[in-house]
Structure formats: C-alpha cells, structure tokens
C-alpha cells in the first residue's frame, strides 16, 4: 500500500523524515520574507537602495559594462535596469561614458561615490550576519556559505544570460 502524503506540518518541519526539496523550498520562502524584513527594519540601505547595491557591485566585479550586459549579468530586462542606473547616476554613484565602438551605446562606470556606498553597505551587512550567526562554528559557516553560493549559482545558471547578445563590452 502507498504511503499518505506527507501533511503540511510534515514537508516544513525538518524532519529527517520529509522531503528535502518540500524543506528547501518552504524554508526559501521564509528566508525571503526574512529579508524582506530585515530591509524594512534596517537601516542597511543608507547611501543606496539594495537593486542600486547589486547594480554596483556588478560593476565593481565586471568591470564598466552597457545596459544590456548589466541586465543579463543581473537578470533583469533592460529597460529596468536602465532606470537603475539613471538613479544611480543621479545620486552620483556611476558615470555613462559613450562607447566608442557604438556611439549608440553607453558604457556604465562606477565613480568613486558609489564605491563608497557599496563598502558602506556592505560593512553593515556584514556585521548585521556576524551578529545574527555568532555562535556557529567556522565549519558551519563555511558549509552554509559553499551552500547558499550554490544555490544562487543553480538559480543564475538557469535563468541568466551570461553571454548577451552583443559580446562584453
């Protein structure tokens, strides 16, 4: 005879005996609305918003990229991320230079004011993590850091254009 599906309580609890997939993806959903919260709290995002800090250290990893190759890396459409860096630019965190092969085209840097809002934010997260982990193990942060790295590589693989039409800029 079959097994009874597992009841709700069973798939979210944890429990060696439930479905791991069932525990990932109910404890995905609250680790978002965790972050959610954490940034209606917090004061993390002070000098930039969190799309305007992902869209910086985009930068500050890739280098000066154009629209389209900022909305792949970041997998967004182009006309959104466009918006960003416009308030981006705006609050002077990144400069637009032409690009030379296509004047068509811009090239977006960041300036020196936006790096130093991503060192901003990023020292206030880092220390808001040490304070809600304090108490684990090196391994254990080790192990949920190669794991969660994991995670959003899987999501990036499967739904991110990591090679744009267009080549890099």
Partial sequence: MAEPPASRDDRVSGDDQCDALDVIE????VLVRNLEMLCRRGDLYQEVDRAGYLLLRTLIARGPQDITCLAAALGLDPSTTGRQVLAAQRSG?????PCEADRRRSIVHITEQGAAAVDAVHARRRAG??????GWSE???RTLSDMVTRYNQAIADEFLDTDPPGGAS
């Avoid at 109910?26 to 959903?29: K, L």
């Avoid at 965190?93 to 230079?97: K, S």
């Fill in 26 to 29: 109910f404890q995905t959903a």
């Fill in 93 to 97: 965190c990144v400069t637009r230079t």
């Fill in 129 to 134: 993590t040490a304070a809600m982990l304090t």
């Fill in 139 to 141: 391994q254990d942060l």
